[in-house]
């Protein structure tokens, strides 16, 4: 891998870590923007109580919002990266989570990782309550990440055919941004993370990248469409089927 791509690598870890559970996350670039205002809207819409699974939680960056609802929040993830995740567990395996123990469960940009998706769904199926509820987002438009465990891109009718095949009732699917959101997620993570050491420009880069950038690119792909034929990814919601409907 090259220089820069290794620095980048490093610099945006860094930039999470700094900014896990706090909301200015979300304005990092107009990718993760997108993302949250379609996630937030869809858990708003369908999940209304009882307790959500956070699957491949990552720095939980979604708790506080889960919590905020009144929701109960627990988290999963492949790597022990918080003494305060509640299970470590592969997705495709999750043998550690009770049966039918959850009344809802996201899982965010994780199916693409993962060898086996069908697997990973049907273990969430497994674990979610009749009548529960699954919010995932998946990738269309992406560059290689996380290599090697970069397995998969999706279409709305890929992935509406995974969460059928698996047993779920398809809810809702919706394109999350563009192309200028996918553009864009690359322009500001190059200049977010050259100057975040240095402090002052890291001050005035995040201001000017988060109107000048996130949100004027993501209204840019809202005006002109671009969601539809060229989809930054997209989020779907799921539903287990309750015991009457089985």
């Known amino acids: ?26 304005y990092f670039s107009p990718a993760l923007y997108s993302q949250y205002l379609l996630v937030s809207y869809l858990i708003n819409k369908y999940i209304f109580s009882g307790k959500v699974l956070d699957l491949g939680c990552g720095l939980m960056h979604w708790r506080k919002f889960i919590e905020s609802r009144g929701l109960i929040y627990h988290s999963l993830d492949i790597n022990q990266r918080s003494k305060e995740v509640t299970y470590v567990a592969d997705i495709q395996n999750m043998w550690v989570v009770p049966t039918m123990g959850y009344d809802g469960a996201i899982c965010l940009d994780v199916l693409e990782h993962v060898p086996n ?13 009749p009548g529960g509820v699954l919010v995932v987002s998946v990738p269309h438009l992406s560059r290689l990440h996380d290599i090697p465990c970069d397995y998969f891109r999706f279409t709305e009718y890929g992935l509406s055919h995974l969460l059928e095949e698996t047993g779920f009732e398809v809810l809702e699917i919706r394109a999350k941004g563009g192309l200028f959101c996918f553009l864009g997620h690359q322009v500001s993570t190059l200049i977010v993370s050259i100057t975040w050491p240095i402090w002052g420009l890291r001050q005035l880069t995040w201001l000017l990248n988060r109107f000048l950038i996130t949100k004027m690119l993501y209204k840019i792909d809202r005006i002109m469409g671009l969601e539809r034929f060229f989809p930054l990814g997209y989020v779907g919601v799921a539903r287990k089927p309750s015991i009457q409907e089985v």
């Open 117 to 129: 998706p069908w697997r990973a769904l049907r273990e969430i199926y497994r674990i979610l309550r």
């Open 1 to 26: 891998m090259c220089f820069l791509g290794e620095m980048l690598i490093r610099a945006r870890k860094k930039i999470e870590e700094d900014l896990a559970g706090s909301p200015r996350w979300w």
